[in-house]
């Protein structure tokens, strides 16, 4: 054998081993191993679902919610419509009309979602001077509107929570609707706004909580000067006994970025207790009926993903090694992978992947492409969705003909008869929020 063929297969040796080990450290699967991946929208219309915290698969996996508009690349005026629809995958991925919306953003669409064991849609819309919610049976096609617009579900499918959409809207452009303005603007923390419990087959709420409520509850480093107040991102515990909600104010220290509050507090607004008091939490999911997986900052660690323990201080770092970028973050039924992703990197390419909390192993979905356009208020975050057995992962990306849905398979990946299993009952047990 002569030296450089001698040197030439010692190289492409040591060059393996390099990208072997690479491989172990960071716990990925090969790139050739890449889970098969499908649209199941496409062009001329655009497509998404937008929030990861909501139930998009119906009960059987077969039909995907999702949204749909003619316009990109701004924020959704007054008058602007989308249509809501729903996706049969095992008819062609045939697109089926299930009405309208004028209440809607980029980021949480129309809060489009099934109700929990029920054949039940709800999507907000807004009539006339009035954000209402309209519920739709799937079979029949009968559908009613009650007065108040939802945002999370709890288990049992018979009440939800909803936050004032026209203070987001003039808080956080993205996350609230056009057309009606807030009429406490000019108030910082108004005894009049909040969050509210809300019926859902009567259409009766009850103001709950309330951001004069919060504001008086101090801040450990205190408010900076001027401070305006806000609640985003409800999320009901697995059991329906408590929920998250995020408090967040914007003063002069503030400038364009807010500060942040984590609560919980019992079903009817009573017995809160702040989970978080360090002003920086972000996407967040509950794991069980007293555990929250949390992107936050802590002093412990820093800016991480943590376990907090609902009423307590403890808390613990998960995915140290790997989970390293806040994401959008919800557990698989059984708890035992993470289903995650991330924000574009350099090359403007987003990560969702699967994370197993046992071997701490990340497993990648697919690398998608967000063209330098989709940013700020208008960005396509990749928000991964699964399916009810957790065998499918429904995804928004913009790589190609502009933003649409796509089917990721993972079932070779996590087991198909584990997931099955232990999904027999979540449909009417376990919910799924999140973040900010």
């Known amino acids: 054998m002569s030296s450089f063929s001698r040197r030439t297969i010692l190289k492409s040796i040591a060059l393996a081993a390099g990208q072997f080990a690479l491989a172990r450290a960071a716990d990925e699967i090969p790139e050739t191993s890449l889970p098969p991946v499908r649209a199941i929208t496409k062009g001329p219309k655009f497509h998404w679902f937008a929030y990861y915290d909501k139930l998009q698969f119906d009960p059987t996996g077969r039909y995907v919610l999702g949204n749909q508009v003619d316009f990109e690349h701004r924020s959704p005026a007054a008058d602007d419509v989308i249509r809501v629809g729903v996706i049969d995958t095992a008819d062609g991925d045939r697109w089926q009309e299930l009405g309208q919306s004028r209440a809607s953003n980029w980021q949480q669409g129309c809060m489009l979602q099934w109700i929990p064991g029920k054949r039940e849609i709800l999507w907000n819309d807004r009539v006339e001077d009035q954000f209402v919610c309209h519920i739709q049976n799937f079979e029949t096609g009968e559908t009613r509107t009650i007065p108040s617009p939802i945002y999370c579900v709890s288990p049992n499918g018979t009440w939800g929570l909803t936050c004032d959409f026209r203070r987001l809207n003039d808080c956080r452009p993205g996350y609230g609707y056009a057309g009606i303005v807030d009429p406490f603007r000019e108030e910082l923390a108004p005894g009049e706004a909040g969050i509210w419990r809300v019926d859902l087959q009567t259409g009766t709420r009850k103001l709950i909580v309330t ?210 299993e232990s999904y027999s009952t979540s449909w009417t047990t376990k919910r799924f929020c999140a973040m900010g």
């Open 211 to 420: 951001l004069a409520d919060a504001a008086r509850i101090p801040h450990k480093s205190g408010y900076s000067l001027g401070a305006k107040h806000w609640f985003n991102h409800l999320l009901i515990a697995p059991d329906g006994k408590r929920f998250i909600y995020l408090h967040r104010w914007r003063g002069k220290a503030e400038g364009k970025g807010f500060s942040t509050r984590m609560f919980t507090a019992a079903a009817d607004g009573s017995d809160w207790y702040i989970l978080d008091p360090h002003g920086k939490t972000s996407h967040f999911i509950w794991r069980d009926a007293k555990s929250v997986l949390a992107w936050a900052q802590h002093p412990s660690h820093g800016e991480r993903f943590y376990l907090y323990h609902d009423q307590s201080t403890e808390v613990e770092v998960v995915g140290k090694d790997v989970m390293t970028e806040n994401g959008h973050c919800s557990y698989l039924p059984g708890n035992k992978w993470i289903l995650n992703d991330t924000y574009p990197d350099r090359e403007r390419l987003q990560h969702p992947y699967l994370y197993e909390v046992a071997s701490g192993r990340r497993l990648p979905l697919g690398h998608f492409h967000s063209p330098q356009n989709y940013m700020g208020e208008w960005r396509c975050d990749t928000h991964p969705r699964f399916s009810p057995d957790g065998t499918k992962v429904c995804i928004d990306s913009p790589h190609a003909n502009g933003r649409q849905m796509y089917l990721i398979d993972i079932a070779e990946l996590v087991g198909r008869s584990e997931s099955a």
